[in-house]
C-alpha cells in the first residue's frame, strides 16, 4: 500500500514530473516553468495549502497539491489544483488515501469546505470524487485569461 505523506524538496522533479503528467492527461500543454513555480511556492510554504506525495517502495505514484483560499462567503476553503496517480498504479486506493490525508491535513488546518474542478470529459474524474463523499456544487466556473 502506499505511503501518504507531505512532499520535501527531494520530491520535486517527481513532484513536476506527474503534475506535468496530468495536465497533460487532461489536455492541458504542460508549462514546465509555471509548474515549477507552483511546487516551489508550496515546498517553501509562500502560500498556505498542502502538496502531498504517495509514495511506493521508493517510488512517487500520486501527487496531490492544495492551496488555500479565505473566503468571505464560505470560510477556510482549500482548492485542489493538482492530483495525480500514476497510471500504472490506478484502482488500488492510491486516490482514496491521497484525498483521505487531504481531507485529515484540511481538518488540522479548520478548513470548512473543500473544492476542485473537474473538466467535463473527464467522467472517471468525477465518478472517483463522488466514491469518496463530494458532491458538485451547483455553481458555474467563469475565468478569463490575463496573459
Ligand atoms: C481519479 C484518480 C485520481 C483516481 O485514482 P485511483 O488511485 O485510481 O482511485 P482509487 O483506486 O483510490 O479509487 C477510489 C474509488 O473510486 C473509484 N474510481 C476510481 N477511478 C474511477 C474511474 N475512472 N471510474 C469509476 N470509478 C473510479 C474506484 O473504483 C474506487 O471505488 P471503490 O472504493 O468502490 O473500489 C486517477 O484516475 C487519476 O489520477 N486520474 C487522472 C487525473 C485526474 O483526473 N485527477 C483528478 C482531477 S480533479
Redesign the pocket.
Known sequence: MALIERANPTDRADVERLIAA?HT??GVKPKPERISWAVEQQMKNRFPGVLLVAREKTKIV?VALAVYAPSAELGRVLV?QD?????S???????????ARLLDEAKAMRIDRVD???FPK????A???K??GFRMSGRTMFSRDLL
Open positions: 496530468y492527461s487532461e500520486g485542489i492530483f495525480f496517480v500514476d497510471p498504479t490506478r484502482l488500488k486506493g492510491v486516490g482514496r488515501a491521497l484525498a476542485l474542478e473537474v473527464n467522467e472517471g474524474a465518478a472517483f470524487w466514491k469518496i
